[in-house]
């Protein structure tokens, strides 16, 4: 997760350099002294990556709605937030490339490992979840210490949400 967010960090900071293109170019090469003070000072921390750069992010559309403060690679400029994972996956521009199962591994401290699939029949089976996709608060705080809305967005197109096939 850390590393997405420095990507984000890394995008913006291009655009310091002769322009928007620049600044984006920049802080897609990951090195927050690079981009972050400039990204900040012109757009804010709360800004992110489709509003600035007006392309995908690097690391895959998912994470577009990112902003600088919740990515933490600006840390010196910005204090870090909570992800709003909610807000992020119900949000009409948000758009799903592919599942994070990496992410998914990670954050979950290993309890979560393999594919979505892999990770919703656990669910099913071991902590009586039957509605991983639909419910975000599906993750007991018990088994996960995941926050509302976060298995939608590491497993957006296995549950389709902001992928070509649904409906926003």
Request: aromatic share 10%; net charge negative; with cysteine.
């Amino acid at each position: 997760m850390k590393l997405l967010l420095l990507v984000l960090a890394s995008a913006t900071s291009a655009a310091a350099f002769g322009g928007v293109s620049s600044l984006c170019e920049r802080a897609a090469n990951g090195n927050p002294d690079d981009f972050c003070e400039e990204w900040t000072k012109d757009y804010g921390c709360d800004s992110n990556w489709k509003d600035v750069c007006g392309s995908d992010h690097p690391s895959g559309a998912q994470y577009n709605l990112y902003t600088v403060a919740q990515g933490g690679a600006c840390s010196e400029e910005c204090s870090p937030e909570e992800l709003d994972y909610v807000s992020m996956v119900y949000d009409a521009s948000f758009k799903c490339s592919m599942d994070s199962t990496h992410q998914m591994e990670s954050d979950s401290d290993g309890q979560l490992i393999g594919s979505c699939y892999d990770a919703v029949q656990l669910m099913e089976t071991t902590w009586e979840v039957t509605d991983a996709c639909t419910n975000e608060n599906a993750l007991p705080a018990v088994n996960s210490p995941a926050p509302p809305g976060w298995f939608q967005f590491v497993c957006c197109h296995y549950c389709a949400i902001g992928t070509e096939h649904t409906e926003v």
